[in-house]
């Protein structure tokens, strides 16, 4: 399966704590995004790379989260001192050259703050 | 700012009619994209249509077409022979032809009945 894959599926940590996750696109994309889903809304846009170089930020993407995308491959995001707000669905999209308003979504993570 | 907006909360058909389900866009670009994505139940989103602003010509996927009226921004999506696999949330979402940023309406949920 050659999709935009994501690990972990489900993450349940306690409040103040820090968890990572991590994205791996479709080979051949080199522009990757990430966006939070609430339960019953549509995602929102929290942070986009072209290869290694992260392009745009959103504003709900706060101090306590980072995201890297160090070779240009695969990207991680972190959540530091979590939040049950944090308590989200996670999703990760990728898209190529040959057609770029084309992204192709992940299976997404599943984070639950308690 | 763009916004989305889906005034439909959720759907209800029987299988092999016709449905229809709304979206409106506000903004004040010339150059946009304007999608259609499904995310059936536990499962990933899935793109099912694409519309380029400056096309005329209303976008065609099998069953799946769009009536885009760029004037009234308004952006609907017609699914024809409906079939059970098409019980869904159904996202429709735009981008601005200068960032690759998606911007979601709220979604509608489609049940499609036996």
């Known amino acids: 399966d050659t999709g935009v894959s994501q690990d972990p599926r489900h993450k349940i940590t306690k409040r103040g704590q820090n968890v990572t996750f991590r994205c791996d696109p479709i080979?051949?994309?080199?522009?990757l995004y990430w966006y939070r889903q609430t339960l019953g809304q549509g995602p929102e846009f929290l942070t986009y790379?072209?290869?290694?170089?992260?392009?745009?930020k959103s504003r709900l993407l706060s101090d306590r989260f980072s995201a890297e995308r160090p070779k240009g491959s695969f990207s991680t995001l972190e959540i530091q001192r979590t939040e049950q707000g944090d308590s989200a669905m996670y999703l990760c999209?990728?898209?190529?050259?040959?057609?770029?308003?084309?992204?192709?979504f992940g299976p997404g993570t599943r984070l639950t703050v308690t | 700012a763009q916004t989305v907006t889906q005034s439909q909360p959720e759907m209800s058909v029987q299988e092999a009619e016709t449905v229809t389900l709304s979206c409106t866009y506000d903004t004040s670009e010339s150059n946009y994209y304007l999608f259609w994505y499904k995310q059936p139940p536990s499962r990933q989103m899935i793109l099912v249509i694409r519309q380029e602003a400056y096309k005329q010509q209303n976008a065609t996927e099998n069953r799946f077409s769009v009536n885009f009226q760029k004037a009234a921004k308004s952006f609907s999506l017609k699914i024809s022979d409906s079939q059970l696999g098409d019980t869904a949330m159904y996202f429709c979402a735009f981008m601005k032809d200068s960032n690759y940023q998606l911007i979601w309406g709220a979604g509608t949920k489609l049940i499609i009945k036996p």
């Open positions: 790379f072209q290869n290694e170089a992260q392009l745009e």
């Open positions: 999209a990728s898209s190529g050259d040959r057609e770029r308003s084309e992204q192709y």
């Open positions: 080979s051949e994309h080199n522009r």
